[in-house]
């Protein structure tokens, strides 16, 4: 898969802002729950929270509109397109948003509501995106695919 890598262009988006510097695999394994709902990817894993239709996934390339809410292991809220009451819009699969982004989105289907667990590596590692989101942090985010544009 190609690897994520971008500059932020917009604080309240969750854009690509560090370079993959290790592999985060056993991290975020080891720090996410082990239901079986949750699939492992390499750096994210998604809980599922509720499901979509099961059939219509999206591509690398494709726009997809999503709701989202961003927040620290802690709990403390980072970003959210729902308080904004805007849903976020983009291109999934190419590197404009986070890397654990491009790879756990397609493996929603429309309308699938889930939480993504994203290792820093797979997040914005190293730099974090001051002066919200720290070094190294595992963020979560509670997202609903909206639509597949």
């Known amino acids: ?8 262009r917009d604080a309240n988006v969750p854009i690509q802002g560090a370079t993959i510097e290790r592999d985060a695999n ?21 809980e599922r929270l509720s499901p979509g239709d099961g059939k219509t996934f999206p591509r690398k390339g494709d726009k997809v ?13 980072f970003d959210s397109s729902r308080d904004r009451g805007e849903a976020f819009k983009t291109e999934i699969g190419v590197g404009k948003v986070i890397k654990g982004w491009d790879e756990a ?21 190293s730099r974090g995106f001051p002066p919200v989101i ?10 609903e695919l909206l639509k597949i544009n």
């Open 105 to 125: 989105v397609p493996k929603l289907s429309l309308g699938e509501k889930a939480i993504l667990t994203t290792a820093p590596d797979y997040a914005y590692g």
């Open 65 to 77: 509109t999503i709701h989202y809410v961003g927040t620290l292991m802690d709990g403390t809220k």
């Open 134 to 143: 720290p070094a190294n942090a595992t963020l979560k985010f509670e997202v």
């Open 26 to 46: 056993a991290s975020i394994q080891g720090a996410a729950s082990k239901k079986e709902a949750d699939v492992p990817i390499r750096g994210v894993t998604i």
């Open 1 to 8: 898969m190609e690897s994520a890598r971008s500059t932020a």
